[in-house]
């Protein structure tokens, strides 16, 4: 399976508690996306990378999250301290962005997260 | 900022009509992408069309085509012969020059036999 591979599937946590997801993009892919979504809702945009690099976090994400790409391949996003507010589906997405031409984005298919 | 707007909440149409999705954008960028997504029950993203703002020519994908108006900022997606499983939420996207996308808040589609 060549596709966006997102871990794990479902996460189920106590307020309070730390998680933290993983994203394999495509492995040629340079540019990974985070994506928060929320039923009924279009995905809200939290933070990309090119290669290793942050370039964006939104400004509505708090400090109790915070991703990272430390190799240019797979990512993780960590929230600390969770709360209820935070149940919603993670969306990891990637692309080819050779010379600054946009691509298509891949999706994974999600990590749904909820707080007790 | 950029923003979209969806104004169709839900839909709903017979099997084998043409039905159409409405979209409104707002950026004062020049070059940008512009997208719809189908999110089925499986909640996995799938890009049904893309379209280049550069592009004057509206784009097509088999039954699914578009209608880019780009001055009055409009991005409609039109279905033809709809199909059960078109049966969707379905999202306008914009993608701006640094390749961030901004979704809409979706048009739920019922294809209804």
């Known amino acids: 399976d060549t596709g966006v591979s997102q871990d794990p599937r479902h996460k189920i946590t106590k307020r309070g508690q730390n998680v933290t997801f993983r994203c394999d993009p495509i492995?040629?892919?340079?540019?990974l996306y985070w994506y928060r979504q929320t039923l009924g809702q279009g995905p809200e945009f939290l933070t990309y990378?090119?290669?290793?690099?942050?370039?964006?976090k939104s400004r509505l994400l708090s400090d109790r999250f915070s991703a990272e790409r430390p190799k240019g391949s797979f990512s993780t996003l960590e929230i600390q301290r969770t709360e209820q507010g935070d149940s919603a589906m993670y969306l990891c997405?990637?692309?080819?962005?050779?010379?600054?031409?946009?691509?298509?984005?891949?999706f994974g298919s999600g990590t749904q997260l909820s707080v007790l | 900022a950029q923003t979209v707007t969806q104004s169709q909440p839900e839909m709903s149409v017979q099997e084998a009509e043409t039905v159409t999705l409405s979209c409104t954008y707002d950026?004062?960028?020049?070059?940008?992408?512009l997208f719809w997504y189908k999110q089925p029950p499986s909640r996995q993203m799938i890009l049904v069309i893309r379209?280049?703002?550069?592009?004057?020519q509206n784009a097509t994908e088999n039954r699914f085509s578009v209608n880019f108006q780009k001055a009055a900022k409009s991005f409609s997606l039109k279905i033809s012969d709809s199909q059960l499983g078109d049966t969707a939420m379905y999202f306008c996207?914009?993608?701006?020059?640094?390749?961030?996308?901004?979704f809409g808040k979706g048009t739920r589609l019922h294809i209804l036999p």
């Open positions: 492995s040629e892919h340079n540019r």
């Open positions: 379209q280049e703002a550069y592009k004057q």
């Open positions: 996207a914009f993608m701006n020059r640094d390749d961030k996308i901004i």
């Open positions: 990378f090119q290669n290793e690099a942050q370039l964006e």
């Open positions: 950026t004062s960028e020049n070059n940008y992408y």
């Open positions: 997405a990637s692309s080819l962005n050779p010379t600054g031409a946009s691509e298509k984005l891949f």
